[in-house]
């Protein structure tokens, strides 16, 4: 059985429980019982943040909004489609899918779930659903699979789902691409870009990577985000980067992810810092990584998105809407509060002229919510786990990889000041909400993860509410996606 990611989500294997925030009944149980979040310890609001214009996305003074829009998405009953009742509707529906897909996601995705599904016949599809009745592991990646192709070839929620694959595209390809690795070697594997799909609010965001999609033979990633985000909830996209460039990028070279954990813990160590909280750190590389990648690819709305979506998915489940303190030793995630430093630390780490305000500001802002901090085992002071957290940010933007022929990840894939100047004039594009002026207007350079980020900008600026700045955002993407693949989801 394959987890989703293992970028899992929460507890142990092998439930393999949704991806970000660590949502899924085990973290919602853990939430309610043991493990709830401390009271936060909230900070005045900083005097230098109110004398800023409004405009200004580093004042949030619109993040409580998002917290709100972000909030009652993760409350709310929506679901996608439901999965098939029976093998030959499963069976016809795909094939009259199939055709409404670009040609190498029907070679590669559809053509081989046809044939897994015709070795396995009735009796062994159903044979499959039985043993897996909580759609955890099996069951769970072969429908996941199914709903993605069918919901793309039966134009569900189409001009989100347009959006939405173009983000997760734009990410996967970005990363990817060979003017971004001159002087890489190509990925072991994984260069087709996840197919998208949605899902339940329950689940969360998440993703089966290329390894766990290969045991169908299926040669693409699948990516989910709750179908309530397909119309609120904005700080659930910017969890796409977390997704597609973190664990995605993460499975696609061999040995990468090793890498990267010796390079954690030796950093740590070389600080003298605790044997167990280098340990800590390093045995949660996979969303550790996942983080620092998400926020070289998209910028500070992915650091921003993460403290305000956790404090979301919190006030949902347990009604306390703050970044837990407490991580416990069996969650496969860092504590909330730990993964707020480490996201800010990153951001101090970017080339763009404006990194170290946002990172003050970011810290500034997870210490509103800070408690008594417990990693694992080991209970540290605010000022360690600070400090570790910018140890981990540097090991993984700054240490040269061998799965990388010699590269940081920070060669690879940075946000400049070219990026912050596309931001701004997309915030512009995307108050005319629905765009009618064809992608081709906007600043030259620009992508889909500008698009996402400048809808975070907007909204957590105040200038907008989250809800017209979702639907600018989404307008700006879809106009992208027909602009740039003429519908073709790979373009």
Known sequence: MFPRTVSAAAVAPPDPTPDLPGSGPIRRAEARAADRLEPGVHAAPLSAVASRPPSDPVSLAGLAACVGDARAAALSPADGPPDPATFAALRARLEKARAKLPPEYQRAVVDPLL???????????????????????DAALLLDVAQAVLQHGEGYQARATSAFQE???DLYEGFLSAEDRRGVKPPDRGVLPPLVRWGSAEDGPY????????????GAPIVSLPAANASGGLLAWPALAHETAGHDILEADDGLRDELAGAVRDGLLAERMDPSLADYWADRIDETAADVLGVLNMGPAAAVGLVGYFRALNGAWNGTPSLRNVGSPEDPHPADIARAYLAAETVRLLSFKGAARWADRLVAEADRDLGRI???????TAGVAKASAAVVARAIVRTRLGALEGRALGDIQDWRDADEAIVADLRRALKEGEGSGGAGRYAEGAYAAHAVAAGVYEAVAGTSDP???MSGMIGVLAEMSAATSRGDLAA
């Open 115 to 137: 044939r897994t599904l015709d070795g396995l016949g009735p009796r062994g599809f159903a044979r499959v659903l039985a043993e897996d009745p909580e759609r955890e592991g």
């Open 167 to 169: 983000v997760v595209s």
């Open 207 to 218: 993703t089966w990577s290329a390894t766990a999609t290969a045991s169908l033979e299926v």
């Open 374 to 380: 417990r990693l694992g085992d080991l209970a540290v």
């Open 467 to 469: 809800a017209k700045a």
